[in-house]
């Protein structure tokens, strides 16, 4: 099991209505070993939400070999999803 934190503290010399407008986020969340590293990620986007104010998740694709259940994906290098892991032949397939 893997434990992340995110954390965002803003601070601002400048008052409104007498108040500093600080703010201080932090995210924590455990990921099991065995997660595909897009879990992670998927946490950290979700932070980034966070502090923005609304959802980037939508900004974000990726390219890779296997069609993401998290995120939107293309096909890397253009070409099909793989339905097998097993179906890499090439060590430069998995970079």
């Known amino acids: 099991m893997h434990k992340y934190t995110f954390k965002m503290i803003e601070v601002q010399d400048d008052t409104v209505s007498g108040c500093a407008n600080n703010r201080k986020i932090v995210y924590e969340t455990e990921i099991d070993d065995c997660d595909i590293w897009e879990v992670p ?40 999803y793989l339905d097998d892991p097993a179906q890499f032949f090439d060590k430069d397939d998995l970079k």
């Open 41 to 80: 990620l998927k946490s950290f986007v979700d932070f980034l939400s966070s502090v923005y104010g609304y959802d980037i998740s939508q900004q974000i694709i990726i390219k890779t070999h296997l069609k993401s259940e998290l995120f939107d994906s293309t096909p890397r290098n253009g070409k099909a």
